[in-house]
């Protein structure tokens, strides 16, 4: 357990399509006065650097954030309204411009919070954590926001309902572990018991594991018994085979090309956000044939 570092995955597909997602989540609940609370139940440490030795070890960022700023140019048309919501939150925090800073999504969401909102941050790595604390205690943010150096799947229930009743909960596991499929599903049914209406983000990897195939279907499942609306969309920027296969060897996966995301309550704007901005992620940073997306409701 532990030897996931967001650090070495920060500003790769995966990030841009669960950014995108909860910048678009985080503006629309901002929409209305009343204040709403955000949980990250697996917070990460808060910010990267995309120049570390860590990134530039696993280049993921180049395949991810970096191709699609760098192709941009490839559009016919404007970046996609989402695109550009998520961008300016990257603007931000590259005041001197270029892209040298990645928030992770705690930063991402305090940055979208309004005086009235709260933040609930789960981690529990040893060191991201402090460095989760220390980001936070920069922010000089007081009770808005608040660190839980805890399991994020047994402390999420505790905050629900938000007592303003409006919420997100935004659940990120780095899937180290096989039991983490079985226990997004659990934490989301006793959530949704306890807070039917609040709006439920789930990324999860897509490779070649049973759990991963089935985890949208047991989310939407969940939304149904419930009788909410769900939407599920997946990104993929290439083949996962490697490319210097010599015959007669059998390919071998290379890094992460293909995942998800669930969404449990979804704003009625989301779908058509995403229809836009799907096919862009894939045009900037799809790399072959197999590069696509989904995007499905119910
Ligand atoms: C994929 S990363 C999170 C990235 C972050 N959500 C972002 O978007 O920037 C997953 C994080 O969950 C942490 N983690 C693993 N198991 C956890 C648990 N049961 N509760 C809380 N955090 C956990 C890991 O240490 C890791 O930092």
């Given at each position: 357990m532990f030897s996931y570092r967001h650090a070495y995955h920060a500003g790769n597909h995966a990030d841009v399509l669960k950014h995108t997602v909860l910048v678009a989540v985080m503006k629309h609940l901002a929409l209305k006065e009343v204040g709403f609370t955000t949980i990250d139940t697996h917070a990460g440490a808060g910010i990267y650097r995309l120049d570390s030795a860590d990134a530039n070890q696993s280049g993921e960022a180049q395949e991810g954030l970096l191709a699609l700023m760098r192709n941009k140019s490839k559009l016919a048309g404007p970046m996609a309204d989402a695109l550009l919501d998520y961008r300016r939150v990257l603007d931000h925090f590259n005041p001197e411009g270029g892209l040298l800073n990645y928030p992770g999504s705690p930063l991402f969401a305090h940055h979208l919070l309004r005086e009235q909102d709260k933040l609930k941050l789960f981690e529990m790595h040893p060191t991201d954590i402090r460095g989760l604390q220390t980001r936070v205690e920069e922010l000089r943010a007081g009770r808005q926001v608040m660190v839980i150096h805890e399991d994020g799947f047994n402390g999420l229930p505790k905050f629900l309902p938000p007592s303003t009743r409006r919420g997100l909960v935004f659940i990120d596991p780095s899937?180290?572990?096989?039991?983490d499929y079985e226990r997004v599903v659990v934490a989301v049914s006793i959530s949704m018991k306890r807070f039917a209406t609040g709006t439920y983000v789930v990324w999860y990897p897509i490779i070649p594991r049973p759990q991963a195939h089935s985890l949208p279907r047991h989310l939407s499942n969940l939304a149904r018994q419930a009788d909410k609306p769900w939407l599920h969309a997946t990104l993929r920027i290439r083949?996962?085979?490697?490319?210097?296969v010599t015959p007669g060897e059998k390919a071998k996966p290379k890094g992460l090309v293909d995942s998800g995301v669930v969404i449990i309550n979804p704003p009625f704007t989301l779908y058509e956000q995403l229809q836009q901005a799907l096919p862009q992620m894939v045009q900037l940073m799809g790399q072959d044939h197999l590069a696509g997306f989904s995007l499905t409701r119910g």
């Open positions: 899937y180290e572990i096989k039991l083949t996962g085979a490697r490319n210097d």
